[in-house]
């Protein structure tokens, strides 16, 4: 695992940071890209902002397909629940 500060700014009491992290999940290669706004008081960060695109990183690792088909069949499950429920 790998991780990379792509580009920092600053301005006045904040930095934010532009980083990708790399590694490996059961062979396959993946990255996780993201933003972080650090606010600092002494010298020392005293709040975080922090975004990344995990829907992305699901998508790498196989999950997104995965929680598709479970959506998809849930809805059917749900479905056959209420026929088997309702009155004929």
Avoid: N, Y
Avoid at 58 to 83: D, E, M, N, P, T
Wanted: glycine share 6%; charged share 30%.
């Amino acid at each position: 695992m790998s991780f990379q500060v792509e580009e920092q700014v600053t301005e006045r009491d904040r930095v934010a940071s532009r980083w990708t992290l790399r590694g490996t999940h059961r062979g396959r290669r993946v990255q996780l890209r993201g933003i972080v706004i650090s606010c600092f008081e002494e010298g020392k960060i005293v709040e975080d902002w922090a975004a990344s695109d995990t829907l992305e990183l699901a998508r790498q690792l196989g999950v997104w397909r995965s929680l598709l088909l479970l959506l998809k069949h849930g809805r059917l499950l749900r479905a056959q629940a209420r026929a088997a429920t309702s009155p004929s």
